[in-house]
């Protein structure tokens, strides 16, 4: 497909599990981002990769949040020993240029809607 | 004070109305200025894009920004019950690559 593409589309986890959220950008973008979405609310910003290179985490909520890009394309957020307050719409988008530029354009994917127990 | 700052609604307008969207941001650094769609349990869908001060027209979409005042503000002409959705006032400042999100303005077209 010629979209951002996210798996699971819905996670139903046990409070305390481990869960992985998967990531596909638009073929060739550079920049990846994640954001995370409460009920009512806007997105909020996670993490930002550029290709393989991790230069914004300060989104990340806590050390039980954790990100990669190991090949500068598919992207995995991990969420470990997950709470309550975890329970949110995990959004992924990418973007064709890098940081720094204005009119970069960022395309969102549908998102993972995470419910712990 | 969130960084951007959006009336939650609900708007109400009637159908074939001008709808009215506002949007102010705290950051004197950002230079883009989105307004996306976001459909009920749907992921958020880019509508507009300005850079500059001044009017930006899209069909029947216009976005209008002024930086001295730190303020953008979308515009739908003759509104059609299919744009009722959330739209998310989003701020980027060229240094960061994030972008920052308004919580929404809840719209509604009436029939």
């Known amino acids: 497909g010629a979209g951002v593409s996210q798996s699971p589309r819905y996670k139903v986890a046990k409070r305390g599990q481990d869960v992985a959220l998967r990531c596909d950008p638009i073929s060739g973008h550079v920049s990846l981002f994640w954001y995370q979405q409460a009920l009512g609310q806007g997105p909020e910003f996670l993490t930002y990769f550029q290709n393989e290179a991790q230069l914004d985490k300060s989104g990340l909520p806590s050390d039980r949040f954790f990100a990669e890009r190991p090949e500068g394309s598919v992207s995995t957020l991990k969420i470990q020993r997950t709470q309550q307050e975890d329970s949110a719409v995990y959004l992924c988008?990418?973007?064709?240029?890098?940081?720094?530029?204005?009119?970069?354009?960022?395309?969102f994917g549908p998102g993972t809607r995470l419910t712990v127990l | 004070q969130k960084e951007v700052e959006q009336n939650s609604g609900p708007l109400s307008v009637p159908e074939g109305a001008i709808a009215s969207l506002n949007c102010t941001y705290s950051?004197?650094?950002?230079?883009?200025f989105f307004w996306y769609r976001q459909y009920s349990g749907k992921s958020p869908e880019l509508i507009m894009s300005?850079?500059?001060?001044g009017d930006k027209e899209d069909g029947r979409f216009t976005a209008q920004l002024n930086k001295a005042s730190q303020y953008v503000s979308l515009l739908i002409r003759d509104s059609q019950p299919s744009d009722s959705a959330t739209y998310l006032c989003?701020?980027?400042?060229?240094?960061?690559?994030?972008?920052?999100f308004g919580d929404g303005t809840t719209l509604t077209v009436k029939p």
């Open positions: 989003a701020v980027k400042n060229t240094n960061a690559g994030k972008s920052t």
């Open positions: 988008a990418s973007s064709f240029r890098g940081m720094g530029l204005v009119t970069d354009t960022q395309y």
């Open positions: 300005i850079y500059s001060n």
């Open positions: 950051d004197r650094g950002s230079q883009s």
